[in-house]
């Protein structure tokens, strides 16, 4: 891997190894859920055997906070600030959403702990946490409580954007804020115990990891090195679990892990292209992965006969499955549904303020 002579010489548009980072999470998240599907259905391991999979929702937390804060840098409209995340993140999640609650509709039995209600799946749709049926703070699509975290952290961003060149910190204030207010008063509502959670602060580090990067350049050019850091303190974790709280065993590491690749550029070449189109495809294979795995274990492992031989190959089936799927569902769904909403919802508006101001 080359480097950049300074963070400055970073594309406008694109940070090239962050596709990197979102590739990883997302499939060490897939990877994670496998396994637990195996478990829970089959009993053929006593506990997950890659607990180190979870890290991935940390990684995405930090390259999230790290992401608004660089692709904000010249926002002024909160609206259009807001607007753009709800573009980005809406469209796929309604639709898999809906996907799973016609599932509970008609073949209930495919499903774990999801019911048919449909005041439950209101809830999900505008992001409000609540209390499923097996007692965890999950959306009816369970893994859409990452982005109950995602909207709430937009939501502050955005409000933030009103104070102007302070955005960053008074951002990080107000989730410090919440986090503390959670710790001295515990609350005990579904709402108040979500939304002052410690994870909250995986944002932070992400923030932190570009003030960096914006103010010390030279600096950051420098801590290539973290990231192998990162790496060893999240992957000790797989055999050794810290006693801490997530957002530090996890978050902590993640963000060494985002520093040291901050200005690591990819390499030519059809592998890295393909890593990249990952890392591209990310969200679309974070949501979409649940099916494939769904699919694999309630309908296709029943009928091979759970052996190592039939589980050995529904492996390699259903990672090739997840990513095929994601990347079509990224190009064919995901990005048109972002370009159309951004036209007709900011670039029209755009277009007719321009209208009247010029009238």
């Not at 400055?8 to 999470?25: C, E, G, W």
């Not at 506990?47 to 992401?67: C, E, K, Q, T």
């Not at 207010?181 to 579904?190: A, Q, Y």
Request: glycine letters at 6%.
């Amino acid at each position: 891997m080359s480097l950049h002579a300074t963070p400055s010489a970073t594309p406008s548009r694109q940070i090239d190894s962050l596709q990197i980072l979102r590739a990883v999470a997302a499939l060490f998240v897939f990877v994670f859920h496998y396994f637990g599907a195996l478990q829970n259905d089959f009993g053929i391991f006593d506990n997950n055997p890659f607990p180190l999979g979870a890290f991935g929702v940390d990684i995405f937390f930090v390259v999230s906070g790290f992401i608004i804060c660089f692709a904000s840098q010249n926002e002024t409209s909160a609206g259009d600030f807001f607007l753009k995340r709800l573009c980005r993140i809406v469209p796929l999640y309604w639709l898999l959403t809906l996907g799973v609650f016609a599932v509970a509709l008609v073949a209930p039995s495919l499903l774990n702990s999801t019911t048919a209600d449909w005041g439950n799946l209101m809830k999900s749709l505008a992001f409000i946490p609540y209390q499923k049926e097996n007692g965890l703070l999950q959306p009816i699509l369970y893994l859409g409580w990452t982005l109950n975290y995602e909207m709430f952290f937009y939501l502050i961003f955005a409000l933030s954007i009103y104070s102007g060149r302070y955005r960053i910190w008074i951002c990080m204030s107000a989730i410090i804020g919440l986090v503390l207010l959670g710790v001295i008063f515990r609350p005990e509502s579904d709402i108040g115990r979500f939304y002052t959670s410690g994870v909250m602060l995986n944002f932070v580090w992400g923030c932190v990891a570009y003030l960096i990067w914006y103010n010390a350049p030279a600096l950051t050019n420098r801590l290539t090195w973290l990231w192998p850091v990162g790496a060893a303190l999240l992957v000790l974790q797989n055999f050794l679990q810290l006693p801490i709280p997530r957002e530090f065993a996890y978050g902590l590491p993640s963000m060494l892990l985002l520093l040291g690749l901050l200005t690591v550029r990819l390499p030519e070449g059809a592998i890295w292209q393909f890593v990249k189109e990952t890392g591209d495809a990310s969200y679309s294979l974070y949501l979409v992965h649940p099916y494939i795995i769904q699919l694999v274990v309630k309908l296709v492992l029943p009928v091979l006969g759970v052996t190592v031989l039939s589980i050995a190959i529904s492996s390699v089936v259903v990672t090739a499955l997840t990513v095929i799927a994601s990347l079509l569902l990224f190009r064919l769904f995901e990005k048109p549904s972002n370009v159309f909403l951004r036209n007709m919802l900011i670039k029209q508006r755009v277009r007719s303020l321009a209208a009247q101001a010029g009238k």
